[in-house]
């Protein structure tokens, strides 16, 4: 037989499957479904990269926490009560080491 043999179930280019050589309406719908959700991601990542490096550039340098350079060293108490500010050390250590400073 021939591919193009038109008796049913053989017929054509379909081969009897009812496959005429393009996609079905269900194909249809993958294929735009597909580009739709794939531009909508392309979208959604480039305005976020773009809101992100602009919130960067508004922000600045990034400052850590505690004195200047330019202000000179810290006076001991104010190291003292630095540490205790961020719990490293416990109030009962602070007051020890603080009367400590202030009889010396």
């Known amino acids: 037989m021939r591919w193009d043999d038109n008796r049913p179930g053989w017929g054509g280019w379909d081969g009897g499957w009812g496959y005429s ?17 794939f531009w909508a991601a392309l979208i959604t990542v480039i305005t976020v990269a773009v809101k992100r490096s602009r919130r960067a ?28 500010a961020l719990g490293e050390i416990d109030e009962e250590e602070y007051v020890k080491r603080r009367e ?4 010396s």
């Not at 340098?61 to 006076?75: D, E, K, L, R, T």
Request: proline share 12%; aromatic share 8%; hydrophobic share 45%.
């Open 100 to 103: 400590t400073l202030r009889s």
């Open 21 to 37: 050589g393009g996609p079905s309406w269900v194909g249809w719908i993958f294929i735009v479904v597909t580009m739709l959700l």
């Open 57 to 84: 550039q508004q922000a600045g340098p990034q400052v850590q926490a505690g004195p200047s350079p330019a202000a000179g060293p810290a006076s001991p108490e104010a190291v003292l009560a630095n540490r205790f």
